[in-house]
């Protein structure tokens, strides 16, 4: 939903500004443009389309010793154009923004300010900020900008550059996310870390409401009334190798084959003696104990996980658990109080109708445990306690690592819960838990099964449309399936519980209609064979995703079969969905797709 960077310091801003934005552009990609400061004077350079349009625009230009700002567009108001691209400048041109988020009330400013004379050039909301900030400016920028956002209804990320003060760049956020990066000799600000990695590692997540005023010697910080206040750096993990692709063609393969790796990672420190320790997150056994009913919210992937999680704790722990959409719960008037336990479950921690739902549950008095990727992310730090999934960047649009880790964490916690509750036996809750141990070498046996799914792919990627059946966990697992196959290869895919076709979606299967039935669960695999060939013989072409060990009785009703390897079932999902990533991967690329950047999409969506 819009990158932000921007920089000062001694060297050619340029260059800085644009590899920054190349780390950015999975958060938009429609436009892109850049301002800095050369010789005191303003230069602003926008190109409509993907960043390769702006990077030819500026090579060979140089600026050094200077301040910059870029911004890499994903289009909320007016049409992707030059016109419409960040940065926004004032009419005499010497004031230049880059703006992430949505400006509620601009249409009431923007009238307001066309009465003063002022002359809009974009249909942007953004166009009203600039032109605010330019009214209110007298001898302190960050003093306009202040006076500025105090107008302003809505979400904003938002980095300014003057030509009266050619040595800041000011910044300051409310709901959508901005970090400074402290460099030496230099800083930076950004909308996500990888673009500043390169600089430091040493990192300032802004708040809402605060002011941060960055020059090439220093950051100052102030509050919402413009009191300094002091800067608590965090240092980075992750270093800039994970933000490049490594020799892989795309970032969602080489994320992908991450797996074993990043769920080994996100189990391992959680496992003391066999049993789920729980220190970091700070939740006692008997606080657990109290637990009596659960909503988890999340958005897209993140909801697919959650079911999951839905299905397991309502098996496993025997506490109701209710799924919501994000973006329904926080205007449905829920039914929630004290009593309630809720999660929140966020790659990115930056999703607008997330945050909004978490904020929802806390104002109604719900304990708000968040499953988050993104250190220091909104969700992360509004939440009252914090389980992380630990997949290291996901940059390609399309999350696959993030998900199986927030399996991961869902899971630690279903048996941690089941067992503090007395639901589970020692005996089985150490099985369950060594169950999930052998997770990550199964997920990497099943890397190796790739090129069957490529030359599957190669012969179905002229698909129109493909449905994804499966029943209990396996359903759930269908719909992230289907969502992956959608979102990058724009193949048209539904997702269904295997017993629910028969009223009514069957109708859509005819002769050579592509089916892909998840079978991995033994308590429902009989039944959802029945279901199987009921589409069979409608004429549909299966492909059966199936573990080693239900393959005999699976294997005639498939035209192709994919055996992953035996895990306990209830664990199986994060086997399963292996397959299924990396063949909606193979299906997008042999049909040209642009696989990490799908069109129409932004990896963090900041916006509702
Ligand atoms: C799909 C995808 C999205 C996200 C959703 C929530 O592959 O990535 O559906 O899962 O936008 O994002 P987070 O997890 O960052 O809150």
């Given amino acids: 939903m819009c990158g932000i960077v921007g920089y000062a310091g001694d060297k050619n801003v340029i260059p800085v500004l644009i590899g920054g934005l190349q780390k950015l552009e999975y958060r938009g990609y429609d436009s892109a443009g850049v301002a800095y400061l050369d010789g005191g004077k303003m230069n602003v350079i926008k190109e409509k389309g993907k960043l390769a349009g702006l990077e030819k625009l500026v090579k060979g230009k140089c600026a050094e010793h200077t301040i910059g700002i870029g911004h890499t567009r994903w289009a909320t ?37 066309e009465r003063k004379g002022i002359r809009f050039v974009s249909q942007t909301d953004t166009e009203v900020i600039v032109h605010l900030i330019h009214y209110y400016l007298k001898d302190d920028l960050k003093e306009a900008v202040s006076t500025a956002i105090s107008k302003l209804k809505g979400s904003y990320a938002l980095g300014v550059i003057s030509e009266r003060f050619p040595d800041e760049i000011v910044a300051v ?7 400074v990066g402290l460099g030496k000799g230099e800083n930076l600000i950004a909308s996500d870390i990888p673009a500043i990695l390169e600089y430091t590692r040493d990192v300032y997540f802004l708040n809402n409401g605060e002011i941060a005023v960055i020059k090439k010697d220093g950051v100052e910080l102030f509050d919402e009334v413009l009191n300094p206040i002091a800067c608590e750096p965090y240092t980075v993990e992750w270093d800039v190798s994970q933000a490049e692709k490594a020799g892989y063609p795309h970032f969602m393969i080489k994320e992908i084959e991450e797996q074993p790796r990043v769920l080994a990672d996100t189990l391992t420190p959680r496992l003391k003696d066999g049993e789920v320790c729980f220190d970091e997150v700070g939740l006692t056994d008997d606080a657990l104990k109290k637990i009596k009913k659960i909503t988890i919210i999340a958005c897209g992937t993140a909801y697919h996980a959650s ?17 919501e959409i994000a973006s ?3 205007y449905k008037n829920p039914i929630m109080n004290g009593d309630n336990f809720v999660i929140v479950v966020s790659q990115s921690g930056e999703t607008a109708d997330t945050i909004a739902a978490l904020r929802e549950a806390k104002k109604r008095g719900a304990y708000v445990m968040a499953i988050a990727n993104v250190v220091g992310s909104t969700v992360a730090r509004e939440a009252d306690s914090v389980l992380y999934t630990r997949a290291g960047m996901e940059i390609a649009v399309a999350s696959t690592k993030a998900y199986t880790t927030q399996l991961m964490c869902l899971y630690l916690f279903c048996l941690k819960l089941a067992y503090a509750k007395g639901k589970m036996a020692p005996e089985e809750y150490r099985a369950n838990v060594s169950g999930l141990a052998a997770i990550p070498d ?9 090129d069957l799914l490529q030359k599957f792919a190669y012969e179905h990627f002229t698909e129109k449309s493909v449905f994804y059946i499966g029943r209990g966990l396996d359903y ?6 289907s969502l992956k196959l959608k979102e990058i290869s724009y193949i048209h895919s539904e997702a269904y519980a295997a017993g629910e076709l028969k009223h009514g979606t069957i109708a859509l299967i005819e002769e050579g209609t592509l089916v892909v039935a998840v079978l991995t669960q033994g308590d429902l695999i009989e039944k959802a064979l029945s279901n199987v060939k009921e589409v069979t013989a409608r004429g549909a072409v299966v492909l059966v995703i199936t573990q080693e060990k239900y393959k005999d009785m699976a294997k005639d009703v498939a035209d192709k079969l994919i055996a992953i390897p035996d895990a306990a079932d209830f664990a199986a999902t994060m086997t399963a969905i ?10 997008a690329v042999q049909k040209g797709c642009d696989v990490d950047k799908p069109r129409n999409l932004a990896k963090s969506v900041t916006v509702e």
């Fill in 77 to 113: 108001h007016g049409e992707p154009s030059c016109a419409n691209a960040h940065p926004h400048i004032n009419m005499v041109g010497d004031l230049a923004i880059v703006h992430n988020g949505i400006i509620e009330n601009y249409l009431q400013l923007k009238e307001s300010l």
């Fill in 173 to 179: 956020r409310k709901d959508s996310p901005l970090v």
């Fill in 307 to 323: 079911y999951v999680g839905k299905y397991i704790i309502e098996r496993f722990a025997r506490v109701p658990v209710e799924v």
């Fill in 328 to 330: 329904e719960f926080r």
């Fill in 442 to 450: 199964k997920v990497a046996d099943i890397l190796g099964q790739k």
């Fill in 476 to 481: 759930a697992l269908a719909m992230e399936g």
């Fill in 578 to 587: 292996i397959p299924m990533q990396i063949f909606a991967y193979y299906m």
